[in-house]
């Protein structure tokens, strides 16, 4: 059930200031055709721009939303496709020109219930977070369902941008279903995201370095004849580099640029140490096999030392950026 909304876009029974919120939704198209119309007439009275970018959908999704009778949608075309980060990003940028204070992402193809956007909105219009996304990943019976070799790649490529971004409380980093708030917006570097399926990923990274906060709002996965064009094989191959490229953005910004912390400290002694055991370590045992005479005590020493003590000071590393990771305010902020 859709949540009681004032004129303003804000849920009249949580007891919000009355401060006016313009919401938009964009929905970034490409061969939606058979899902668009259903997924604009399911798009709630409280939002007040429907922002739909077709991205040269060869179906002419674009084509079918301008036929919509619905005074607030608002067709924008690209002349060559983008992929779904430049889709949305079109959208931001058309949105911050109307005024908008948050932007729900919404994809063309069904999978997003449109009733749950009251609940994603929520968190941003009590000035608790910056940023909300979808979490599909909390209902055990879907969870069940689930194929292990998905759950665990999910898994996976979960903890991996949670290192890279530093958001380590999300969860389900591909979901699309997201909104943001203006202010989150405007720290952004709209133009250095992702423009393909990267794109969740990028702005939760960029979200971790400006330390703004972000929070996942359970919802169950909807499927229909939708076909995904998302590349298992894809992810796997152009993910990890593009990952480990943001989280060593994240480490220089946050720890030697923008702050000097203990866990600089950490990170500067650790990494060096823990180098240097491991280069030392692997080449004694290349040499002791090559010669057949075990290396002595010491020589071991001078190789575990510096691993142990370098792995050691990593871990409290990560504990640190863990424990500081961006948290959700408490009470109302200014919109």
């Given at each position: 059930m859709l949540l009681l909304y004032h004129g303003n876009g804000v849920p009249a029974s949580r007891g919000y200031n009355p401060t006016i919120m313009t919401i938009a939704?964009?929905?970034?198209?490409?061969?939606?055709?058979?899902?668009?119309?259903?997924?604009?007439?399911?798009?709630?009275?409280?939002?007040?721009?429907?922002?739909?970018?077709?991205?040269?959908?060869?179906?002419?999704?674009?084509?079918?939303a301008a036929k919509a009778a619905d005074p607030r949608i608002e067709v924008i075309r690209h002349a060559h496709n983008k992929g779904v980060g430049g889709a949305v990003v079109t959208g931001y940028v058309r949105a911050l020109e109307?005024?908008?204070?948050?932007?729900?992402?919404?994809?063309?193809?069904?999978?997003?219930?449109?009733?749950?956007?009251?609940?994603?909105?929520?968190?941003?219009?009590?000035?608790?977070?910056?940023?909300?996304?979808?979490?599909r990943f909390r209902h055990l019976p879907e969870?069940?369902?689930?194929?292990?070799?998905?759950?665990?790649?999910?898994?996976?490529?979960?903890?991996?941008?949670?290192?890279?971004?530093?958001?380590?409380?999300?969860?389900?980093?591909?979901?699309?279903?997201?909104?943001?708030?203006?202010?989150?917006?405007?720290?952004?570097?709209?133009?250095?995201?992702?423009?393909r399926y990267f794109f969740e990923s990028d702005v939760l990274i960029q979200l971790g370095m400006a330390g703004l906060p972000v929070e996942d709002v359970a919802m169950p996965?909807?499927?229909?004849?939708?076909?995904?064009?998302?590349?298992?094989?894809?992810?796997?191959?152009?993910?990890?580099?593009?990952?480990?490229k943001g989280f060593l953005r994240r480490l220089l910004f946050r720890y030697f640029i923008?702050?000097?912390?203990?866990?600089?400290?950490?990170?500067?002694?650790?990494?060096?140490?823990?180098?240097?055991?491991?280069?030392?370590?692997?080449?004694?045992?290349?040499?002791?096999?090559a010669s057949g005479v075990p290396r002595t005590a010491g020589t071991v020493m001078l190789a575990a030392m510096p691993t142990i003590l370098g792995f050691q000071l990593l871990l409290q590393a990560i504990a640190h950026d863990v424990q500081t990771a961006p948290k959700a305010r408490s009470g109302n902020t200014p919109s």
């Open positions: 939704v964009i929905i970034p198209c490409y061969k939606v055709t058979r899902h668009i119309e259903a997924v604009l007439a399911g798009i709630p009275q409280s939002v007040h721009h429907i922002l739909v970018v077709d991205d040269c959908c060869p179906e002419g999704s674009g084509d079918v109307l005024g908008c204070d948050i932007c729900v992402k919404m994809d063309g193809d069904g999978q997003m219930d449109p009733a749950e956007l009251p609940r994603l909105i929520e968190p941003l219009a009590s000035g608790r977070v910056d940023y909300t996304k979808g979490n969870l069940k369902a689930m194929p292990p070799v998905r759950l665990i790649g999910n898994s996976a490529l979960s903890f991996l941008v949670k290192a890279a971004s530093g958001q380590w409380g999300v969860m389900d980093p591909t979901n699309g279903y997201t909104a943001i708030h203006r202010r989150a917006l405007e720290e952004l570097d709209l133009g250095r995201l992702a423009e996965a909807r499927y229909g004849d939708e076909v995904s064009s998302l590349s298992v094989p894809k992810v796997m191959r152009d993910f990890p580099p593009l990952l480990l923008s702050d000097f912390t203990i866990a600089s400290v950490y990170l500067l002694v650790g990494v060096p140490l823990l180098g240097f055991g491991l280069v030392e370590g692997i080449g004694q045992w290349i040499a002791s096999v």
